[in-house]
């Protein structure tokens, strides 16, 4: 395996390196927001479905599949925040 091999950039270089580096931040950032986004309209959606899993008012079989919405809506929302963790915690390699 070889080693990675690092320059330090000067002039115009380390300004434009800058550049890209804020770039591919904000980049990140965006894409962690939409994440978070995406997450809290699953929460809402688990919410709605936990509310109709424990409605006594729907038939059995509508109790079922909506608790098994609302589990899948609770881990699509955190594997979601687990991604956009995932993106804007620093790299460590």
Do not use: F
């Not at 980049?27 to 997450?39: H, Q, S």
């Not at 809506?73 to 995932?86: E, M, Y």
């Amino acid at each position: 395996m070889t080693t990675p091999k690092y320059m330090i950039a000067h002039g115009n270089a380390a300004v434009q390196a800058a550049r890209i580096i804020a770039a591919v931040a904000k980049e990140r950032e965006d894409k962690a927001r939409g994440y978070e986004l995406a997450a809290q309209w699953h929460d809402k959606q688990e919410k709605a479905c936990r509310e109709i899993a424990n409605d006594i008012r729907v038939g059995s079989h509508v109790n079922l599949k909506a608790a098994v919405a609302a589990t899948h809506h609770g881990a699509s929302a955190a594997g979601l925040r687990n991604a956009a963790s995932a993106l804007i915690r620093p790299a460590t390699t």
